[in-house]
């Protein structure tokens, strides 16, 4: 095993051991920097332990560089970090731990590298690397973390028990590692997550999430979510996920687990995009299923309008998991809530009503509303699969054709609320909404063209229906470029 790094990192390397040497600091390299180089994976994030003061060895480094990096200073942490090109430098003091049962903060002391390395989560992750003349780039092992990189292996550095009570957040640690690795969560440390599972509780929402989005990141991010379920996480954190799965069966007649298909679905769609959220979107598009799922005796199982209840339950995770309630969390309720329609569409014929109303609806995320519905194909029958993708591929298709005769994606109306109203000379009121609905309504029925003139008629049309006159403008009746 190789301990791969760029010529700029040993420059700094070099750096940090000379002015280490100079204040008779010892200093190491540790946890992920470490590992990741090991592994040949690309790292960013350096963590330095000295047995004396990080923060002063921070300023002593920073004040040899050019141009002389900022110093952020934790005192309260005893941490300091700077930026040193691509790089993200922590230095901080060696130190042992201690916890209280009810929370993950600790008390801190100064310690030796011996007592650092054992507050380490995971024997990977405690690997360290002398920075000191006497054995400078000789690996510090002292939980056999090297063969476990061999092995392929998450393993606490001390007993499971001590290392989840201390910080539960290990245990989502534990579970993240080994998806984005591809790494096995080692039989007593899986043990320990199993039984120390409700101590997640006192876990923030934030921290959370932010474990929950780098498995959501994960080449097959499926692995992260059956671990969550195998060890009982799931339950803490997603309850609503964890309700997918099982199959019912009555009258011999059974549903498929919508857990194992929601899974299949986001690995589906992880393959084609890198996009958190649709991701997210994925994972949470048949997320209504449980509570709407019904038995009917001459239809069988349904799960009819699971995709409505669905969108309206995106807010609540995402307002439970702290994750943004901006834009993100619209894109993924709309995602969610239209994710049947091109699928409903391909049951009849599909008319050009319906696809102006998809494009009207999904506006420019059309594209990533169609890749989902592409991965939302997890059927066993590989005739149905590729009559599936056959239907799909026509979708697309007819969306290419429509858009461009009727340019209805992100549309909006050639008729505004502000021209009817001065067209009529009437306030903000029930008959702008009716006219502006049964020109939207017209357009997308093919009634009449995309056009801001033809609109304009229908509107003189409709007003006079419902009793409104037109007020004068001195003859002259607005054109689409003379209104602005």
Known sequence: ??????????????????????????????????????????????????????????????????????????????????????????????????????????????????????????????????????????????????????????KTPLEPGRTFSDDPLRMLRAIRFATQLNFKIEPETFKGIRSYKDRIRIISQERVATELNKIMLSPKPSVGFKLLYDTGLLSYILPELEALKGVEVRDGIGHKDNFFHTLKVLDNAARKTDDLWLRWSALLHDIAKAPTKRFHKEHGWTFHGHEVVGARMVPKIFRRLRLPMDGKMKYVQKIVGLHMRPVNLTKGEISDSGIRRLLFD???????????????????NEEKVQQYKKNMEFIRQRLVEVDEKDRLRNWQPPITGEIIMDTFGIPPSREVGTIKNTIREAILEGDIPNEYEAAYALMLEKGKEIGLSVQSKGGKVPTDESVG
């Open 1 to 154: 095993m190789v301990f791969n790094i760029q010529q700029h990192e040993r420059k700094i390397l070099q750096l940090i051991s000379e002015t280490a040497n100079e204040l008779d600091f010892p200093t190491y390299i540790v946890g992920g920097y470490v590992r990741d180089r090991l592994l040949a994976r690309p790292s960013k994030d350096m963590d330095v332990v000295c047995v004396g003061s990080g923060i002063r060895l921070a300023q002593n480094i920073a004040a040899k560089l050019r141009p002389i990096p900022r110093v952020v200073v934790y005192k309260r942490f005893g941490t300091a970090m700077l930026k040193h090109r691509d790089l993200e430098i922590e230095f901080v003091g060696a130190r042992k731990e201690s916890y209280r049962h009810d929370s993950r903060k600790p008390t801190v002391e100064a310690g030796s590298l011996e007592d650092d390395q054992n507050r380490r989560d995971f024997t990977i992750n405690a690997l360290a690397v002398s920075l000191n003349d006497a054995n400078f780039g000789m690996i510090v092992d002292p939980f056999n973390g090297l063969e476990h990189l061999e092995q392929k292996k998450i």
């Open 362 to 380: 999904a506006g420019d995320d059309v594209d990533d509303l169609m890749l989902l519905c592409e991965a939302d194909i997890t059927s066993r």
